[in-house]
């Protein structure tokens, strides 16, 4: 029997020392020398599973993306209701930041300032995915004749979007003591009460 290779335990291992100094180091960049003792292995070790400290930060992107993107479309497949989607898509956002505190640097851009430009593009893609997803299920609902938008799809997508990275903002200035999820539901029920509840077609008409 050959032995199971080690690498890529120990690459979480590499993967989950960082997303803690990300957490606990708040306000300092992070070097390799210093991830390298946390995890206990030299600097050489950190490079034999990734070839810079840019594709580390990549490799936590990447995590992010799947984490959210894989409960999303559980989301959009378990329910039909326009407003129920974005209100569980809102809300996995704002819970996986609160229980990821570390990785809301990443979220933020705080902890990338410095690093390749391109981590910096990565993350704002992330967000903008899920702007464009909250986009299709809003069309998807005025099609259907759900609601009437009191403002353009593209704006009421980007306004909620704005009001959660706002809250994600918050909790990384705040050193992580105002939680994303305070406060959410009476905030949600606001936004989805003047934006998402509009006349339906059929009912203006009527």
């Not at 990821?100 to 705080?110: A, I």
Request: net charge positive; hydrophobic share 40%.
């Amino acid at each position: 029997m050959t032995q199971a290779n080690p690498r890529p335990k120990r690459r979480d291992q590499i993967l989950q020392a960082l997303a803690h100094m990300l957490e606990e180091d708040r306000g300092r960049r992070i070097t390799t020398a210093a991830l390298a003792r946390q995890v206990g292995v030299s600097e050489a070790a950190l490079y034999r599973h990734f070839p810079s400290k840019a594709k580390m930060f990549e490799a936590l992107i990447e995590f992010i993306e799947q984490s959210l993107f894989e409960r999303v479309q559980r989301i959009l497949e378990e329910e039909s209701d326009s407003q129920t989607r974005c209100r569980l898509v809102l809300a996995l956002l704002l819970g996986f930041a609160e229980k990821n505190p570390g990785l809301c640097r990443l979220m933020t851009g705080d902890a990338l300032n410095g690093e390749n430009a391109r981590l910096r593009a990565r993350v704002a893609q992330l967000f903008d995915r899920l702007e464009t997803q909250l986009k299709q299920v809003l069309r998807e609902a005025q099609a259907r004749q759900e609601f009437q938008p009191v403002i353009t799809i593209t704006a009421t997508a980007n306004l909620l979007m704005a009001t959660v990275e706002g809250r994600i903002t918050q909790y990384v200035r705040s050193d992580y003591q105002r939680h994303p999820t305070e406060h959410w539901e009476d905030q949600w029920q606001l936004l989805a009460r003047h934006l998402l509840t509009g006349q339906s077609v059929s009912s203006s008409t009527s």
